[in-house]
T-cell receptor, first 115, second 115 residues
């Protein structure tokens, strides 16, 4: 079955540690996205990538980093510089192309807790 | 600039009653509009989308939405609520036609269905 996988489902880290969240898709989509979800705030865009080896900052990129070395993979690193990292993180993908808003397909999410 | 406003962060309906979730958008370009549903601790699933053409859009699980340009609205409705409809619902709008295939999400409406 085609889809998006995120691992792990739950992640616990100590403050000051970097942590990497995995996102893999087998939908052959060009574009991938990372969102952060906090109660009452909806989804906020962290980073997005339209093509391999290229990515752009979203609305709340500070304290995060990404890479896009393969079409299928778009890992997100939450660095120690992120002041409030505890949140639910969602990865999504879509077909590419400007001028057309393809729907985004979402993974199941990773809940990160930093203490 | 594009934005989405979802009126009512919480909506409660009785089982069998009409479901109406409100979404108003602001867009400087012809909008593409989406409704997504999220069940607890899961990713988002597309309910329906409006791109061009017919303004009444039918989606999955008996939901539909009507694009009203004059009112800048895209409200989601379902004639008869079912217990399984209890979830959080997000409205989204395209950010740009010239940039990346990005969506701007509303803050969500949590639907409770009372037996």
């Amino acid at each position: 079955d085609g889809g998006i996988t995120q691992s792990p489902k739950y992640l616990f880290r100590k403050e000051g540690q970097n942590v990497t969240l995995s996102c893999e898709q087998n939908l052959n989509h060009d574009a991938m996205y990372w969102y952060r979800q906090d109660p009452g705030q909806g989804l906020r865009l962290i980073y997005y990538s339209q093509i391999v080896n290229d990515f752009q900052k979203g609305d709340i990129a500070e304290g995060y980093s990404v890479s896009r070395e393969k079409k299928e993979s778009f890992p997100l690193t939450v660095t120690s510089a992120q002041k409030n990292p505890t949140a639910f993180y969602l990865c999504a993908s879509s077909k590419g192309g400007q001028g057309i808003a393809y729907e985004q397909y979402f993974g199941p999410g990773t809940r990160l807790t930093v203490t | 600039a594009q934005s989405v406003t979802q009126l009512g962060s919480h909506v409660s309906v009785s089982e069998g009653a009409l479901v109406l979730l409100r979404c108003n958008y602001s867009s400087s370009v012809p909008p593409y509009l989406f409704w997504y549903v999220q069940y607890p601790n899961q990713g988002l699933q597309l309910l329906l989308k409006y791109t061009t053409g017919a303004t009444l859009v039918k989606g999955i699980n008996g939901f539909e939405a009507e694009f009203k340009k004059s009112e800048t609205s895209f409200h989601l409705t379902k004639p008869s609520a079912h217990m399984s409809d209890a979830a959080e619902y997000f409205c989204a709008v395209t950010r740009s036609w010239t940039g990346a295939n990005n969506l701007f999400f509303g803050t969500g409406t949590r639907l409770t269905v009372i037996p």
